[in-house]
């Protein structure tokens, strides 16, 4: 356990070498007929999910994330405003175009459930984008973070946030993203996920593969319809131990949201039953039901900025 930073930073690293002699090997054979497919999504998040968009090279990427509390249900309606006077998570990160298909980031989660205080360290990689005549018919991306918790260790020995040592803290994600463009309007992605947490509350699982699926319908030039969903592949032992005794019930995390592209803003309006802003965290944990009102509203706000030269971001 221990040693798993090393060993995923090293997988991810010998995924990076293999994207790029791959990505050479379809550049080798590129003609000017290759025309990249653009704007798959306006963002490289869909909803809370990763796209295959990336940021251009010394390009900075500003982002504010906020999600609200229970918009209906026991904990919402007017006497909360619909959830608007809670928050369950906020998260502030900047991220950099190393290169046109390399970015990395940084960011600060308020965290949500046992573990807070997030601070993160993530690498996108594009090596396949999608031409529009078929020649590379799909965008593939690889995508990995690892978090780490800086909140005082718990009492108690059965918590996720019972920490022995440093390493206990830590916990990190894996993704393939696959996408492709339908159009002009359609846009659809998957997205085979891997989440290993150090340390997890009893019975809980420190690893969990999961499926996500995407999609984003074009409305108009600068506004499109998102969704978004997460099937993680829980024990079965996992879910009646924690139903039974704690009485939580885990929810596949869905989403839908509005994406509007302001200048060099883009901006998101969001509705989620994941409580958490974090793959680490809304793929495992979500606990919260649409059909008992436990879904929130939230905003995503990105604002790009070029850095060491002038290039539009847009074209």
Request: glycine fraction near 8%.
């Amino acid at each position: 356990m221990k040693y798993i930073s090393t060993i995923f930073l090293c997988c991810i690293f010998s995924l990076l070498a293999q994207a790029q002699q791959l990505d050479k090997m379809f550049d080798s054979s590129a003609t000017t007929a290759h025309i990249k497919v653009r704007d798959t999504y306006k963002s490289t998040r869909i909803i809370q999910g990763q796209s295959t968009e990336m940021l251009r090279k010394h390009e900075l990427d500003f982002r504010v994330a906020h999600r609200f509390g229970d918009a209906a249900g026991e904990f919402g309606g007017s006497k909360t405003f619909f959830g608007t006077d809670n928050s369950t998570d906020i998260r502030i990160a900047f991220e950099y175009g190393v290169s046109d298909n390399l970015m990395v980031g940084i960011s600060r989660s308020k965290g949500s459930g046992d573990l807070q205080q997030l601070y993160e360290a993530l690498v996108k990689y594009r090596f396949l984008q999608q031409t529009t005549d078929n020649h590379i018919p799909v965008s593939l991306a690889v995508f990995g973070n690892m978090v780490i918790s800086g909140m005082p260790s718990a009492s108690d020995v059965a918590s996720a946030s019972h920490f022995e040592d440093g390493a206990d803290r830590l916990m990190y994600v894996a993704q393939a993203v696959v996408s492709r463009k339908f159009g002009e309007k359609l846009s659809l992605t998957l997205i085979p996920s891997y989440v290993h947490r150090n340390h997890v509350a009893y019975m809980d699982m420190n690893n969990m593969f999961a499926l996500g699926g995407a999609g984003r319908l074009k409305l108009s030039k600068r506004l499109g319809l998102l969704a978004e969903y997460y099937y993680p592949f829980r024990s079965q032992e996992s879910k009646d131990y924690f139903k039974s005794a704690k009485g939580l019930t885990f929810y596949n995390p869905l989403g839908v949201g509005l994406e509007i592209e302001t200048g060099g803003h883009v901006f998101s309006i969001t509705f989620t039953n994941s409580t958490a802003i974090l793959e680490n965290q809304f793929i495992p944990e979500t606990v919260s039901s649409w059909k008992q009102g436990q879904f929130r509203w939230g905003f995503n706000i990105s604002r790009r900025f070029t850095l060491f030269g002038k290039k539009d971001w847009k074209k």
